[in-house]
Antibody, heavy 121, light 106 residues
Framework: EVQLVQSGAEVKKPGESLKISCKGS????????IGWVRQMPGKGLEYMGI????????IYSPSFQGQVTISVDKSISTAYLQWSSLKASDTAMYYC??????????????WGQGTLVAVSS | DIQMTQSPSSLSASVGDRVTITCRAS??????LNWYQQKPGKAPKFLIYAASSLQSGVPSRFSGSGSGTDFTLTISSLQPEDFATYYC????????FGQGTKVEIK
């Protein structure tokens, strides 16, 4: 079974750093882009960026460039999303998802269960 | 950046109703349009790709159409399990989502 399993919920203070993870299984992890999607409380889905595990090629949404870092360790089939200095506005659910080629395009066909990040003083 | 606008933002419908959700792109995206369903407290689920192709396992009451800038998601006969929020997403350049359409029980 193809799965993405994310790390558990986090409660942090403003200014702290954080790295959350997304581990893939049941498929060749290195050969599929992994994306990250933010969902703030009561709001919609926001695309953050994608990374290709085989060569770590990373593409950020302009809205998130410089705000977060996406990385990967293909040896353990795990992608990461990290912050160097959290803000209260980073409070959200974060999803990872596999980007799969479908037809002539692509889509996020498999999703992780989400990681809730709460930032409060 | 290409913006995606869905309408309506929410709608109320009854079981058995035909429901149509619209998604408009700020510029042509050919058929690079996907649809997702999200239920409360759950991760999104992939429904439709390339504007009109059903992902494997998705019930045939779901259908998509459109190209260029205007797209629709139609549920032919709404079922209890279809009450959820639906998002369009383009894959033409980046992967921007629409703001979502919440389908509620009337």
């Amino acid at each position: 079974e193809v799965q993405l399993v994310q790390s558990g919920a986090e409660v942090k203070k403003p200014g702290e750093s954080l790295k959350i993870s997304c581990k893939g299984s049941g498929y060749r992890f290195s050969n599929y882009w992994i994306g990250w999607v933010r969902q703030m409380p009561g709001k919609g889905l926001e695309y953050m960026g994608i990374i290709y595990p085989d060569d770590s090629d990373t593409i950020y949404s302009p809205s998130f460039q410089g705000q977060v870092t996406i990385s990967v360790d293909k040896s353990i089939s795990t992608a990461y999303l990290q912050w160097s200095s959290l803000k209260a506005s980073d409070t959200a659910m974060y999803y990872c998802a596999r980007l799969n080629g479908v037809g002539a395009s692509d889509a996020f066909d498999v999703w992780g269960q989400g990681t809730l990040v709460a930032v409060s003083s | 950046d290409i913006q995606m606008t869905q309408s309506p933002s929410s709608l109320s419908a009854s079981v058995g109703d035909r429901v149509t959700i619209t998604c408009r792109a700020s510029q042509s995206i050919s058929s690079y349009l996907n649809w997702y369903q999200q239920k409360p407290g759950k991760a999104p689920k992939f429904l439709i790709y390339a504007a009109s192709s059903l992902q494997s396992g998705v019930p045939s009451r779901f259908s998509g159409s459109g190209s260029g800038t205007d797209f629709t998601l139609t549920i032919s006969s709404l079922q209890p399990e279809d009450f959820a929020t639906y998002y369009c997403q383009h894959s033409y350049t980046t992967r921007t989502f629409g703001q979502g359409t919440k389908v509620e029980i009337k």
